[in-house]
């Protein structure tokens, strides 16, 4: 194999590592990447502090619009894989008809021009930390600054250590808990879905918005009994209790959808038998299904151990408070990527990056920040039409003796509302929209 041979294989694996299906790729391959040493710029360098962010989600689309509003002079570039954004927060009301797709997707496009930052559609293959250069699949580019908030990527290694087997579950059974395509395929499952077993996980760890597979469960169980369809939903969770609003939840999957859910708490999946459409969980009982939504754990990113930022539990190795890299303080992570269990959230990471646009501000003036905590926000809705939602609204505290944060969580009041929507989600998320497409 030559060397164009290789740079093309090099490139081809790229996108795909960096396309959603990193883990499930054969070993034998990741081993050819290379980076090219001759990298070509994609842009000059800047004559102003440049401010390069990686991942366009909530944070990364957060970080760009606070940056470049706190620090007009500083030239703010976001780097971002994907060409439109695609709301998983308020996603699973769309699941079951709900809402309209077009409330869900938004434009890069405009994000950038109503707020004068720069969006470059590539992919981030790798950081050179020394010269402070991020290559893409497109060239690389200079940074003074680098916020890394590529968000998650899933874990299927307690079910299989198998990459083939690992791409055929996230195929089959689509977490959705990652990308619009997964959460589509979840769509046309449930309104295909006519009768049978439908059989759903919680998985344990710091998952994607604790919150999100219970909604799920319940609104599907909503969504089907109302279509007066005969489906059985089987909801296995892995951890000992239901991890958020546990007694109102508890309390509709025993009374209003006892004829629906069955509910397994404490009990983990540990192994897919995917031929025959069956899950063994622990003491070697099976549940067999007819379709399945499978939510694996969740872990960093590949990125972020290529360019060698994890610590030796395969987290982020940042400094709590600031966000920095232990090794590189121009270097930062924000948003579903950092760890240190902070709830993972589109909330929390919209107010972090607000503080983090701040700090790197203040650095540039030789001063600095102090941390303030973001603030948390999630949503769990129970039945459509009428819209009931439950809410968790929370702050942290950081334990500098324990060396960690504590959640300080606030439930807040629902109305009483028997037969109106409430529609407080819905102004939260056309709030948050605004907020990160509109100047
Ligand atoms: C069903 C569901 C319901 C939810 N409900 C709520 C809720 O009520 N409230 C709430 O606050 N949160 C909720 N969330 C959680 C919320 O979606 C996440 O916490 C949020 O998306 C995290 O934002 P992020 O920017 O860190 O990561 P992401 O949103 O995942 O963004 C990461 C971005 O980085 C890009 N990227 C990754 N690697 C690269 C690379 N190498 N090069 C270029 N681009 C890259 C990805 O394409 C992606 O666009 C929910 C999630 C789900 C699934």
């Given at each position: 194999m030559n060397r164009r041979d290789l740079l093309k294989l090099s490139a081809l694996t790229s996108i795909l590592l960096l396309s959603g299906c990193t883990q499930i790729i054969p070993d034998p391959i990741i081993r050819f990447i290379e980076i090219e040493p001759d990298y070509k710029m994609m842009m000059k360098k800047s004559k102003q502090e440049r401010v390069v962010i990686v991942g366009g989600g909530w944070a990364g689309l957060s970080m760009a619009k606070n940056m470049k509003k706190n620090a007009p002079d500083m030239d703010v570039i976001l780097l971002e894989q994907r060409t439109q954004f695609f709301s998983l927060p308020i996603s699973n009301l769309w699941l079951v008809g709900a809402i309209d797709m077009e409330y869900l997707i938004h434009d890069y496009l405009q994000a950038a021009r109503e707020n004068n930052y720069v969006y470059i559609n590539t992919t981030v293959i790798d950081v050179d930390k020394s010269d402070q250069v991020v290559i893409t699949t497109h060239g690389a580019l200079d940074y003074d600054y680098l916020v890394l908030a590529p968000g998650i990527e899933y874990d299927y290694s307690d079910w299989t250590l198998n990459n083939r087997s690992a791409r055929e579950l996230q195929t089959l059974y689509p977490a959705g808990f990652l990308s619009s395509s997964e959460v589509l395929s979840i769509r046309n499952k449930i309104f295909d879905f006519q009768e049978g077993v439908f059989l759903m996980n919680v998985p344990s760890g710091n998952y994607r918005s604790w919150a999100a597979p219970y909604e799920r469960a319940l609104l599907m169980a909503d969504f089907f009994k109302k279509e007066g369809r005969n489906v059985k939903i089987i909801l296995v969770d892995e951890?000992?209790?239901?991890?958020?609003?546990k007694e109102e939840i508890q309390k509709l999957f025993k009374k209003e959808y006892t004829d629906v859910i069955e509910f397994h708490p404490?009990?983990?999946?540990?192994?897919?038998d995917i031929k025959n459409k069956k899950v063994i969980v622990d003491g070697d009982v099976e549940f067999s299904f007819d379709d399945a939504i499978l939510y694996p754990k969740v872990k960093s990113v590949p990125l972020l151990e290529k360019i060698g930022l994890l610590d030796g539990e395969g987290?982020?190795?940042?400094?709590p408070l600031t966000n920095e890299f232990v090794d590189y303080d121009n270097i930062f992570v924000i948003g579903d990527a950092r760890s240190m269990n902070f709830n993972r959230l589109g909330s929390t990471a919209l107010s972090e990056a607000k503080q983090l646009s701040k700090r790197i501000l203040y650095r540039s003036q030789g001063e600095e920040y102090l941390w303030t905590s973001p603030k948390s926000l999630s949503f769990c809705a129970l039945?459509?039409?009428p819209l009931k939602l439950l809410a968790l609204q929370g702050k942290y505290s950081y334990d500098l003796l324990e060396n960690r944060f504590n959640f300080i969580e606030k439930k807040m009041k629902r109305k009483n509302l028997r037969n109106e929507d409430d529609n407080s989600l819905y102004e939260w998320a056309t709030g948050a929209f605004n907020e990160l497409f509109k100047a």
């Open positions: 951890n000992k209790e239901i991890r958020i609003h404490d009990t983990r999946i540990s192994w897919v987290e982020a190795n940042i400094k039945s459509v039409d």
